[in-house]
């Protein structure tokens, strides 16, 4: 059994899910209970890394698509204009006005680089992310989510980049 396997289960505990939320018909998935256990958070982070070194071999970074003012990452992609700096690329998400953005000395042109987020669902702003990352040299080893709403087909959307979902839902 693998860590993530291990791991899986300690994780599904503390994700609260929100019924009908930010809308009717839309649960929301909550994952901030779990990092009031820093322990679980070492685990979880010891078995990603556990994945990335038996499945990927080296990586040169880490990015992470920003959320609610949360980073647990190096590389930040941000949506909308986070980032205060001159230099950026972006990439429009559905509309004009979402966009994610990267920092265009993030990394080394031709870094190899993990993504991680915490939830796919439509896919929109993970292949958003992977076309800045790209814009920027990077190249994407995988994608790594915490969470996966299947019925909303986030996986399709995405194109020539390895998906790996730690939790799968059969409901949005």
Known sequence: ?????????RVEKYIRSVIDFPRKGVNFRDITPMFAHPDLIKDLCDAIADHVRSD?????????????????????????????????????IQAPQDTVEIQKDSFAHGSKILIVDDLLATGG????????????G????????????KPLNGRNAIQDTTVTALIQYDEA
């Open 125 to 136: 702003t993970l292949t958003a992310a992977i076309e800045v990352l790209k814009k920027a």
């Open 138 to 149: 990077g190249i994407i080893a995988e994608a790594f989510l915490l969470i996966e709403l």
């Open 56 to 92: 990927l071999g080296p990586i040169d970074a880490v990015a992470g698509i920003e959320a609610r003012g949360q980073h647990y990452h190096c590389i930040n992609i941000c949506k909308s204009i986070y980032i205060i700096l001159t230099h950026i690329i972006n990439t429009i």
């Open 1 to 9: 059994m693998s860590k993530l396997d291990q791991i899986r289960p």
